[in-house]
């Protein structure tokens, strides 16, 4: 049973899409009772735009009985014209005080290590997962020390045909280069989409761990994703850093 929803016209609105969209793509997700009951931090595999993220935090909400939030990247959607969008999706700018204090108050925190790197992924990074030398996840759990919570989300690069970047773009933008896409216009193809968590990992106590927390969450999202069919490597072999 899925908690109230907070009194704001936007959030409600978001519900509404998310359930459509839960519907649309026959969504699902499995492992909710693995989430633990204080706080945590989820991190797993962003799909083609992102598009799947007001699914999966709406599977979540209706799992849990919890409203959880989303961290958001601080170069596309970090300012003010997008606060009307991340108040629309519960989400903040990617920014450790932002990140900590959410923790602190006792929320579950969604976070994508691969950012734009997997939200305008080219056609040849199809299910593939695009940490690289992504830390800040890892640095965050320890510091705040909650439990990483690894998902997989399958399907989720399924939703558009990915035509691939655009040269001048990409020269212009670098990562963040959108793709060329098709879909059923604006929306993607109703792929179905399955969602699973994975056992909470405890964050170490020091801080130089933080590069073996990195790729332990990395193994066990890896691991998720093949044990449902989605054979998906690393975008280049996971690098341990101090």
Not at 97 to 126: I, M
Not at 180 to 209: C, M, T
Not at 212 to 235: I, K, M, Y
Request: glycine share 10%; with cysteine.
């Amino acid at each position: 049973m899925a908690a109230p929803a907070p009194p704001d016209p936007l959030f409600r609105t978001a519900e509404v899409a998310a359930r459509l969209l839960c519907r649309w793509h026959r969504a699902e997700l499995d492992g909710a009772a693995r989430v633990p009951d204080g706080p945590a931090l989820l991190v797993g595999n962003h799909g083609l735009f992102g598009l799947e993220t007001p699914v999966f935090l709406w599977l979540l909400r209706r799992a849990t009985g919890r409203t959880p939030w989303a961290l958001a990247d601080r170069a596309l959607l970090g300012g003010p014209l997008a606060r009307p969008f991340r108040r629309w999706v519960r989400s903040v700018p990617r920014t450790f005080g932002n990140a900590r204090r959410l923790l602190a108050d006792g929320h579950l925190l969604v976070s994508y290590p691969g950012g734009a790197r997997e939200t305008f992924k080219g056609p040849h990074d199809r299910h593939r997962v695009r940490w690289e030398r992504s830390l800040s996840f890892a640095r965050l759990a320890i510091a705040a020390q909650v439990p990483v919570v690894p998902f997989a989300g399958l399907g989720v690069d399924d939703g558009f045909v990915n035509l691939g970047r655009v040269r001048a773009a990409r020269a212009l933008l670098g990562r963040r280069a959108s793709p060329l896409a098709l879909g059923v216009g604006p929306l993607p193809w109703p792929a179905r989409l399955h969602f699973v968590l994975g056992r909470p990992i405890a964050p170490p106590a020091d801080p130089s761990g933080a590069a073996l927390l990195r790729a332990a969450a990395e193994r066990a999202v890896l691991t998720l994703l093949a044990s449902h069919g989605t054979h998906a490597v690393p975008a280049r072999p996971a690098a341990v850093v101090p």
